[in-house]
């Protein structure tokens, strides 16, 4: 039985592969902060995915900055596999901190490397990084392949270019196999409202539903590629079982507008919403409902451009060339946009049917405010 360990087990991406290796047989340890609020939403997450009720699954307390600790559980667990979410990724995060974010994207990814090679492991032991995708200005459209990866706007370009060639470096200089992978943006159904999908799926419902009444947005002319969880963990999975160790770009090569995102997920709800303005003057209004349970009229204001959400600088993932991906691994999406945009809104009716249940029974509820 081949054992894995998996840093930033709490993600979407820890428990998406988590499941995924636990089908396939592994032996799986997770490494989770103590600072780390373990959510209901996110419990839910581990009890779908069969881990904490699975005995192959295990649990275990640290930090990537605790070297000593990190170090023992390497040497206890001595794992085939190890899979480093420990990362910054949540866009907001780094420009308010920057320094915490250099700290987890850079030197925790050396400590990784380095604790395999003071355990005696780097001939036994594979490593996939959790790398950021190249990202741009709207002014500034790049194609993003994996030899085009040392160039970023990410708020901590230092981090990221670091985490890229300290992997090169182990992999060229100590023979240790380990590979960036570079994914592009894949949303779990279950996640919270931290993401942009979540912000407009959520708000949606609780349009349609009563619970809100405009969803503000800070742009709907920005692009991205977004994939499915499970597609995406299965790609990260093959990374690690090829011969060559070798960094690779997975995505979609897909590419929505926030505008279209938008449109299809009122769509999924039953409700035909067009767009008219420009720039901050755009509004998102019902042209009809074709539910009668949604208290929706023609001409109702469901989406505008709030300054408050604007961003100095606009960042957006750049144009994927995933063809090596398609190529050396086999893999390609499984799942479209609107199967993603379909789970997501559904467990969204589910997340707020008590609400629901409230307004219906004449009990107040406090509306959210975007």
């Given at each position: 039985?081949?054992?894995?360990?998996?840093?930033?087990?709490?993600?979407?991406?820890?428990?998406?592969?988590?499941?995924?290796?636990?089908?396939?047989?592994?032996?799986?340890?997770?490494?989770?902060?103590?600072?780390?609020?373990?959510?209901?939403e996110?419990?839910?997450?581990?009890?779908?995915?069969?881990?904490?009720?699975?005995?192959?699954?295990?649990?275990?307390?640290?930090?990537l900055?605790?070297?000593?600790?990190?170090?023992?559980?390497?040497?206890?667990?001595?794992?085939?596999?190890?899979?480093?979410?420990?990362?910054?990724?949540y866009m907001?995060?780094?420009?308010?901190?920057?320094?915490?974010?250099?700290?987890?994207?850079?030197?925790?990814?050396?400590?990784?490397?380095?604790?395999?090679?003071?355990?005696?492991?780097a001939?036994?032991?594979?490593?996939?990084q959790?790398?950021?995708?190249?990202?741009?200005?709207?002014?500034?459209?790049v194609?993003?392949?994996?030899?085009?990866?040392q160039?970023?706007?990410?708020?901590?370009?230092?981090a990221?270019?670091?985490?890229?060639?300290?992997?090169?470096?182990?992999?060229?200089?100590?023979?240790?196999?380990?590979?960036?992978?570079?994914?592009?943006?894949y949303?779990?159904?279950?996640?919270?409202?931290?993401?942009?999908?979540?912000?407009?799926t959520?708000?949606?419902?609780r349009?349609?539903?009563?619970?809100?009444?405009?969803?503000y947005?800070?742009?709907?002319?920005?692009?991205?590629?977004?994939?499915?969880p499970?597609?995406?963990?299965?790609?990260?999975?093959?990374v690690?079982?090829?011969?060559?160790?070798?960094?690779?770009?997975?995505?979609?090569?897909?590419?929505?507008?926030?505008?279209?995102?938008v449109?299809?997920?009122?769509?999924?709800?039953?409700?035909?919403?067009?767009?008219?303005?420009?720039?901050?003057?755009?509004i998102?209004?019902?042209?009809?409902?074709?539910?009668?349970?949604?208290?929706?009229?023609?001409g109702?204001?469901?989406?505008?451009?709030?300054s408050?959400?604007?961003?100095?600088h606009?960042?957006?993932?750049?144009?994927?060339?995933?063809?090596?991906?398609?190529?050396?691994?086999?893999?390609?999406?499984?799942?479209?946009?609107?199967l993603?945009?379909?789970?997501?809104?559904?467990?969204?009716?589910?997340?707020?049917?008590?609400?629901?249940?409230l307004?219906?029974?004449?009990q107040?509820?406090?509306l959210?405010?975007?």
């Open positions: 039985m081949k054992r894995a360990l998996i840093t930033g087990i709490r993600g979407q991406d820890g428990f998406s592969l988590a499941q995924l290796l636990l089908e396939k047989g592994y032996e799986v340890h997770g490494i989770k902060r103590h600072a780390s609020l373990f959510s209901y996110q419990a839910d997450i581990s009890y779908q995915a069969g881990c904490l009720n699975n005995s192959s699954f295990n649990m275990h307390y640290a930090d900055t605790d070297t000593a600790t990190l170090t023992r559980l390497v040497q206890e667990i001595q794992p085939d596999e190890i899979y480093n979410f420990g990362v910054v990724s907001k995060l780094p420009f308010e901190t920057p320094e915490y974010t250099e700290e987890v994207n850079g030197l925790c990814t050396l400590r990784v490397l380095e604790v395999v090679r003071a355990s005696n492991l001939n036994s032991v594979r490593v996939y959790a790398a950021t995708p190249q990202t741009k200005t709207a002014s500034q459209p194609i993003e392949s994996e030899s085009k990866s160039h970023t706007f990410f708020p901590s370009p230092t990221a270019l670091s985490s890229h060639k300290l992997i090169a470096k182990h992999r060229a200089a100590y023979g240790l196999y380990a590979c960036n992978g570079y994914l592009f943006n949303e779990f159904p279950r996640r919270g409202e931290t993401t942009l999908v979540h912000k407009i959520q708000g949606a419902v349009i349609a539903l009563g619970l809100q009444g405009t969803l947005l800070h742009s709907l002319e920005a692009r991205h590629d977004w994939g499915y499970q597609d995406y963990a299965e790609a990260i999975w093959r690690l079982q090829q011969e060559i160790p070798e960094d690779y770009v997975i995505a979609t090569t897909v590419m929505t507008t926030v505008r279209e995102f449109r299809l997920v009122f769509a999924e709800l039953g409700v035909d919403v067009v767009f008219q303005g420009n720039d901050t003057q755009e998102g209004y019902v042209v009809a409902s074709h539910n009668n349970d949604y208290a929706l009229m023609p109702q204001t469901v989406v505008a451009i709030d408050t959400y604007y961003r100095a606009t960042v957006e993932p750049s144009l994927a060339e995933a063809s090596k991906s398609r190529r050396q691994l086999g893999w390609k999406p499984r799942h479209n946009l609107h993603l945009i379909q789970e997501m809104v559904q467990h969204d009716l589910h997340l707020f049917s008590r609400q629901t249940s307004i219906k029974s004449g107040q509820v406090l959210q405010p975007n």
